[in-house]
């Protein structure tokens, strides 16, 4: 029954496709004001609040679990670091201005998580403050590496709990509180230039159809919106579950592309922690809070001048609504893909899918939005 319905859905954006009319990039936006100041103000200022707030109580928490290293604080420890990578995957297609100056968001979430980096740190005689950790590099800091710290497959958690204990676990907890830290100042400098700079780059957006230092137009930043959206569809269909499924693209040895048949549980992101699946979830809830609570659906609707605007924002609704209810597999996604079973994982790879081509196909399109080219598109 599955299967019947991610088919019908991926024929979805090939039945309107023919029906969506191209406009031409120069086109301007009519009530861009309000559709930009209802995305920064009702999408992109409550994501990073909450990112925000998830990486505060991430850092208590791990000064509480190292006051105390017990089964409840571990578990509690390890819940606000589930919280914060979620928050952060949910503001995955916001992966512009403030969150890449100076590549920050490398700091925040860095992977594969360096082992080297990390050995060295915990064996090292040296403090091990923010500033030892900062200066290690991208590879022993973020969510990746505290991943790395807190989870481990291989062991039952009173062992992993025991690490974090007495003399020896000291170091340890100590590296988790420092690279808590570390992450919850990377993280509010994103923030904050969104929500406390009221001169900054949330007002440049706010403010992009009257043209300033940052933007040009209110379609450049509604191309770079649309853009980034695309981005995250295509980053989370095929990277973090195209991949590890086998049915990814690759470069053979002659330089030509071609589909990948073998899976591979340790491509999945978060797989130490079982949060493969949960992370992709918070990919499209991110796209759907942009979109719904954005304005940008109702914009559509709003400016139904073709006839065809409506149903694109129609179609695209269904489409994350429709992700978001796919079932939550009940066993951990590595060990289903390890076990040969990762097809019960296909609908994620189909519906999102079907996600990316309606971006592409009808979202895009319709908002006459040129989208530039990307290392996964095969088209």
Not at 198 to 207: D, H, I, K, L
Request: with cysteine; glycine share 8%; charged share 25%.
């Amino acid at each position: 029954m599955f299967k019947t319905l991610f088919f019908c859905l991926l024929l979805l954006p090939l039945t309107l496709h023919a029906e969506t009319p191209a406009v031409a990039p120069a086109t301007p936006l009519p009530d861009a004001d309000k559709l930009l100041a209802q995305v920064v103000d009702n999408a992109i200022i409550p994501l990073y609040r909450e990112l925000e707030d998830t990486a505060n109580t991430l850092e208590q928490r791990s000064n509480a679990f190292c006051a105390e290293p017990n089964a409840d604080s571990f578990a509690a420890v390890r819940t606000a670091w589930g919280e914060t990578l979620l928050a952060w995957q949910r503001t995955d297609a916001l992966m512009f201005g403030p969150a890449i100056e100076e590549q920050i968001d490398f700091n925040i979430n860095f992977n594969p998580p360096k082992k080297m980096i990390i050995s060295r740190l915990l064996t090292d005689t040296l403090p091990l403050t923010p500033e030892t950790v900062d200066k290690a590099g991208v590879g022993g800091q973020g969510l990746g590496t505290l991943e790395f710290l807190l989870f481990d497959r291989e062991k039952p958690d009173t062992e992993q709990l025991a690490a974090f204990q007495g003399e020896a676990g000291k170091r340890r907890c100590a590296y988790v509180q420092a690279a808590s830290a570390l992450l919850h100042t990377h993280i509010s400098t994103i923030a904050d230039a969104w929500l406390k700079d009221t001169q900054g780059y949330a007002s440049a957006f706010r403010t992009a159809d009257k043209g300033n230092a940052t933007f040009t137009s209110s379609r450049q930043a509604v191309d770079l919106l649309v853009g980034k959206l695309f981005q995250s569809a295509e980053k989370f269909t095929k990277n973090r579950i195209g991949n590890p499924l086998g049915k990814g693209i690759d470069l053979n040895t002659e330089g030509k592309q071609e589909v990948l048949n073998t899976s591979n549980a340790y491509q999945l992101e978060a797989w130490r922690s079982g949060y493969s699946i949960k992370i992709i979830r918070a990919n499209v809830e991110g796209m759907q809070r942009i979109l719904q609570d954005g304005g940008i659906f109702q914009w559509l609707r709003d400016h139904n001048d073709r006839k065809v605007e409506k149903f694109v924002a129609d179609a695209m609704q269904q489409r994350l609504e429709s992700y978001l209810k796919l079932p939550v597999p009940t066993t951990d996604p590595f060990e289903l893909i390890k076990a040969g079973k990762g097809q019960a994982l296909d609908a994620y790879y189909y519906s999102g899918n079907d996600i990316l081509m309606g971006i592409k196909r009808q979202l895009a399109k319709t908002l006459g939005v040129q989208l530039g080219f990307n290392d996964n598109d095969g088209d």
